[in-house]
């Protein structure tokens, strides 16, 4: 049945319980370390590098195992004292590498500009990669003399990091982001000494004791004691700026997996988000000190408003959000996200018989309902007579509830005041799809209005036109195929943009009020029911925003073009400037209407006569609606522009989060094809020449690494839906997905002695149970949303554990069955490769989300695994000169 | 925190970055405000400047390259302007590590979180709002000084108002090194530190409004401020992803004051900035190619 492995002084063919749970806690410390930096980049600049350096840092897997394949037999031989060695190292390293880390911040607004940022990237990257070096390299060790029980010792892995990812999350409830490192401590102290119980190396637990106090100290001392920071806090995050106004004062702070929040008292905060321009003159009166500021790991402001005396609350009238209370009196209002609470205050201010606010990050509603400070400040809003509140999002609840609404607001929803530097994050934004759309329509009374307001702060516009597309649609999903006279739109030059959706269309009374509003506000027209836009400017318009990005500069016309290169170069460098004649008009002179009002105006008449498939095509970016399959309001760049966009990065400093997650896969796959390849280099010849099918065995792991992780990282996206916060989303997946999984991974046993018969169907199921969750999971995750939070979580696991149960399978299967066959170096490498595609899988998933949507995911990772179906039988194959009795049945 | 990075500039500088620094010499001559320096001739603007200035010659020709490119790039239209760009120090305003790149196109890191804008959009905007001699200019977000220097060669008065107090020291300290040492014409910035987002009434009201840091609208205040027919230009987004907002206030037809909201390239749809890259001392083509 098995033959003997060539490594001596393996586990035997059972292992103690102290070595699986050593087992399960080292690898939990890596998750909870994976985690934790990751939080730190999120609260100490940005969550999007945070990504890029955690997953080429845990590329330490891939070339521990590829080294550890090339020399197979020297690690083999020194396992006891390169097992200690990584032990003693991890904890060190991770506390070393973070604080020096932390002294060499890299700030990504100025990496195209300043040649350092490089540098102190990379350097981040180095650091950040010692630790998962070492907890690598523990875990190759215990993986190479485990190689007959690594079915086993996988369970413990999987259970382990799942059950410490959680213990990580939970204890975001107690610890600042900054000590959360002090987490994956204390997992790695704990799964050292039982490692060294398991061994029967007593002499090292005192060892490690000392250096577990060690790290600690310094983790916690040396910061104060060298006056360094533990997090580099950029000085471009909001509440850097709020720190430094004179006045200003921390009155919140709290901490929970939904982020870190903190709120600030200045009289330097100013908010009006829209606010009319005419304010200035026809405003009585100014609300002073209206505000405090809102940041959520560091990001922000939010505006959180105080309670407005009555002669202080004209102020609304200028505000854009108060577009629908034109219309409507005493109404009915749904306030879709809370925020800061604006839109709320605004919706009492205008006279709502009754307000119902939605808000889904519980850790902004505990605050406003229980913390002294926000309760006294905002008149204790969320206990106002005649508002109620709903627990989670308003997204959620408008989909499954009876009650229909004369108002149904979504304004600036989680939204700072000012756009964050540095690119923006590419974030499931639920709340503005299609589906939602089509559901707080139908949510409306037969005369009720829908009012959208969205920041319009980018030349040429993107988001806008994105939110113009979705709500188009939703409304033909909800009301049938002519919206003409359902919508009016108005916005203001680089501020905002509102869209009113009327369910029975406008009256022309209302039309006309809105219109006289508009006017009155020095807010731009920019659709009503009769609108006649001018199109003769059109196809100009469209070219024109082409060539700002990627013209040569040759042909605009106007006094601002960029003369040709040749002209300044020839400028530049001549001694002498002379002066050309100006025959264009001076800057002053302004066509009527500006360009992206224009361009808004066209999209709209598009929209109503269903021709803006046309006009998108022509447009310089991709302003595709947002769905439940691609909620991004981002991926602006098309993708068959991206080669071009490489030499004007600057142009397009909102993109990069979007040119990061290329980027990120880019240097994945080069650097993981690169560790893959070494051990092929080094060995095809000669360590491989005795393995047969060894090409369709790297297939086969290929397969396995890119395809679990795409499930794991793809249902985060996709569970947001039902979740409503990605914090908790990561949470049930990464414990479900890794508990089912080691599940999996234990029963996988008793599939070893009939593994050529039972593998092909598991890899069959695996397959239509992802593509077919690609096409459905939606579905259910919708129906599971307005079920109370308990039966949420409990419907999650539910849809989890089939796939992930059956996903522990393959991977012990095949590692168990090279181990037995005696390919120890294509055991340490299958591993490698595994951990390698893992890399590439997880980078790959946030472009093939905003390219093709994440159904898509599901799908090429249900496609993964059926490839590796037919790639399972070279796995089998005996050792060239082995007996074939050495096969497995 | 303030403690530590006063102490590592100051042993950064001492160390390390000392000898980089350039041997500035005291300006000779005070400026009398009708004079210019030659637009058309490199020699003999160098000459110029070393002789009535002072300035340093490796400066002088990275001033003169980016001169060249923004005359090209026509962010700067009329003399009036082109003189301001020639005679504004801009190596005075930013960071001893920053000397080498001082007259690069690309914004710069100043500490606090807040940057010295590129030349390219500096001069774009003070063209635009086209100052006179004469014209009383407030600047909200002094940051590193260079705008209000800049606006100090095209009018007698600037008001200028930075919200960080550090950093309002610090550039107020930096003005007036300048003008001890004959940069007399820096007398007419008044500085403070204090929330722009007031203005400042006292002053007021202003013909033009400089306004260089990112807020959610327009301060009411501001427009109050504003003399009618008077500009105000603000740039809107996060650093290098700025598109600036210009705002007329007028009086209609009806008698009726009205905002009128644009942007400085008066609605035409152009290659934003930065057009030109310079390396060392040259251009290289352009950002756009």
């Known amino acids: ?889 | 925190m303030m403690d530590r990075r006063n102490f590592l500039a100051g042993s950064a500088s001492l160390l390390a970055l000392a000898p980089a620094l350039p041997a500035f010499a005291a300006v000779p001559k005070a400026w009398d405000r009708k004079s210019s320096p030659p637009l058309n001739n490199a020699e003999a603007f160098f000459k110029w400047a070393v002789e009535e200035r002072g300035e340093d010659m490796k400066y002088l020709r990275m001033r003169w390259a980016r001169y060249g490119a923004v005359v090209a790039n026509k962010d700067v239209l009329d003399d009036r302007n082109k003189r301001a760009f020639l005679m504004a120090p801009r190596e005075h305003f930013v960071l001893p590590k920053n000397l080498s790149r001082a007259y690069e196109h690309a914004f710069l890191d100043i500490d606090y979180g807040v940057t010295i804008s590129g030349p390219h959009i500096v001069s774009r905007m003070t063209q635009v709002i086209d100052v006179k001699e004469g014209d009383k200019v407030l600047e909200i977000g002094t940051g590193s000084g260079y705008q209000s220097s800049y606006l100090a060669y095209l009018t007698d008065k600037v008001w200028t108002i930075e919200i960080i107090k550090p950093l309002a020291e610090r550039t107020r300290a930096t003005y007036d090194k300048l003008i001890g040492e004959g940069y007399t014409e820096f007398k007419n910035i008044q500085s403070k530190n204090a929330d722009g987002y007031y203005g400042w009434e006292e002053a007021g009201p202003f013909d033009k409004i400089i306004v260089t840091c990112g807020i959610d609208h327009i301060p009411p205040p501001l427009l109050q401020q504003l003399n009618v027919g008077g500009t105000i230009i603000i740039p809107v987004g996060p650093p290098g992803a700025q598109r600036v907002l210009k705002v007329i206030k007028e009086k209609g037809p009806d008698g009726e004051i009205k905002v009128t909201r644009s942007d400085i390239y008066g609605g035409r749809i152009v290659p934003f900035v930065p057009f030109t890259k310079l390396e060392g001392d040259e251009i290289k083509g352009t950002h756009n190619k």
């Open chain 1, 1 to 889: 049945m098995t033959q003997p492995s060539a490594v001596a002084g393996g586990f035997g063919e059972r292992g103690s319980l102290a070595l699986y749970c050593a087992v399960g806690l080292i690898a939990g410390a890596v998750i909870a370390l994976q985690i934790s930096i990751m939080r730190i980049f999120a609260v100490g600049s940005w969550a999007h590098f945070g990504s890029l350096v955690v997953s080429l840092a845990m590329l330490g897997f891939g070339l521990t195992s590829a080294v550890m394949c090339i020399s197979t037999k020297w690690f083999d031989q020194h396992w006891r004292g390169l097992s200690t060695l990584a032990l003693m190292l991890f904890g060190p390293l991770a506390v070393a590498s973070n604080l020096i880390a932390q002294q060499f911040p890299f700030n990504a607004i100025f990496l195209v500009s300043d040649p350092a940022q490089k540098w102190r990237l990379a350097l981040n990257f180095v650091l950040y990669l010692t630790p998962f070096l070492a907890g690598a390299l523990f875990l190759g060790i215990v993986f190479l003399k485990a190689q007959k029980i690594f079915n086993r010792v996988y369970f413990a892995d999987l259970v382990g990091s799942g059950i410490c990812g959680m213990c990580l999350l939970l204890s975001m409830y107690g610890l600042r982001p900054d000590d959360l490192m002090l987490v994956p401590l204390g997992l790695w102290v704990l799964g050292s000494v039982l490692w060294f119980v398991s061994v029967g190396s007593m002499g090292n637990i005192a060892a490690i004791g000392v250096m577990a106090v060690l790290s600690a100290a310094a983790h916690l001392m040396l910061p104060s004691l060298l006056n360094i920071p533990k997090i580099a806090i950029s000085d471009y995050k909001g509440v850097s700026y709020a720190r430094k106004f004179p006045d200003s004062k921390r009155v919140m702070e709290s901490t929970s997996p939904f982020g870190y929040l903190e709120v600030y008292s200045s009289s330097y905060l100013h908010f009006a988000p829209g606010l009319s321009d005419n304010a200035g003159f026809n405003l009585p009166k100014m609300p002073k000190d209206a505000y405090l500021g809102l940041y959520s790991d560091s990001e922000g402001p939010s505006g959180i408003i105080r309670e407005l005396p009555a002669d202080e609350t004209a102020y609304y009238r200028f505000l854009p959000m108060f577009y629908p209370y034109l219309i409507k009196q005493k109404p009915e209002t749904f306030v879709v996200q809370f925020g800061g609470g604006l839109s709320t205050a605004l919706a009492i201010a205008a006279g709502s018989s009754s307000v119902t606010v939605a808000e889904g990050d519980r850790g902004v509603l505990n605050a406003f309902r229980t913390q002294k400070v926000l309760r006294d400040f905002t008149g204790d809003i969320l206990h106002k007579p005649g508002v109620s509140v709903i627990d989670y999002d308003g997204r959620i609840y408008l989909a499954g509830v009876r009650d229909k609404f004369d108002i149904v607001d979504l304004s600036l929803a989680d939204s700072a005041g000012l756009s964050s530097p540095g690119g923006f994050a590419i974030i499931e934004k639920y709340a503005y799809t299609r589906e939602a759309m089509a559901n707080y329509m139908r949510a409306l009374k037969p005369s009720g209005v829908l009012s959208v307001t969205l920041w319009n702060k980018e030349e040429p516009p993107k988001s806008v036109l994105k939110l113009y597309a979705t709500m188009a649609a939703a409304a033909r999903d909800a009301g049938g195929p002519d919206i003409s006279k359902k919508f009016f739109v108005a916005s203001a030059y680089l501020s905002t943009a509102t869209v009113l959706y009327k369910r029975d269309g406008f009256t022309d009374g209302e039309i006309a009020t809105l219109r006289k509003h508009t006017s009155a506000m020095s807010f731009d027209e920019v659709y009503s029911p009769g609108f006649k836009p001018d199109l003769s400017q059109q196809a100009t318009i469209l070219e024109d925003y082409r060539n700002q990005i990627f013209g040569s500069g040759q042909q605009q016309t106007g006094p601002a073009d960029a003369p040709p290169p040749e002209t300044a170069k020839d400028v530049a460098d001549s001694p002498d400037i002379i002066d050309k004649p100006d025959d264009a008009p001076p800057p002053d002179a302004k066509p009527d209407v500006l360009p992206s009002t224009q361009l808004g105006r066209i999209a709209w008449q598009a929209h109503v006569t269903g021709t803006w498939a046309d006009v998108a095509r022509d447009y310089v970016f991709d302003t595709r609606m947002l769905t439940n399959a691609q909620p991004y309001f981002a991926a602006y760049v098309k993708v068959a522009d991206l080669p071009l966009v490489t030499d004007r990065l600057d142009l397009l400093q909102d993109e990069w989060g979007f040119l990061l997650i290329w980027a990120t896969l880019g240097v994945a796959c080069v650097a993981a094809l690169s560790l893959v390849l070494l051990p092929l280099i080094f060995g095809w010849r000669t360590i491989f020449s005795r393995y047969p099918g060894k090409g369709r065995t790297i297939i086969y792991f290929a397969c396995l690494g890119l395809g679990y992780i795409m499930v794991e990282v793809g249902l985060i996206a996709h569970f947001i839906l039902a979740l409503g916060n990605a914090t908790i989303s990561a949470s049930v997946l990464i414990t479900g997905m890794l508990i089912f999984s080691g599940l999996g991974s234990f029963v996988s046993e008793r599939a070893l002695p009939n593994a050529r018969a039972i593998m092909p169907v598991i890899f069959a199921i695996i397959g239509a149970i992802l593509i077919s969750y690609g096409f459905f999971i939606d579905h259910a995750l919708n129906a599971i949303g307005s079920l109370s939070y308990g039966w949420r979580l409990l419907w999650c696991f539910v849809l989890i554990a089939p796939p992930a149960f059956l996903m522990g399978f393959p991977m012990p299967v095949a590692m168990t069955s090279l181990g037995r066959l005696g390919k120890e170096h294509m055991y340490l490498w299958a591993w490698g490769i595994n951990g390698c595609f893992s890399v590439i899988g997880a980078a790959l998933v946030p472009v093939l989300a905003t390219s093709f949507g994440l159904h898509s995911v599901l799908a090429v990772s249900g496609c993964a695994y059926l490839l590796a179906l037919p790639m399972f039988y070279a796995v089998l194959k005996p050792l060239e000169g082995a007996s074939p009795a050495g096969a497995i049945a």
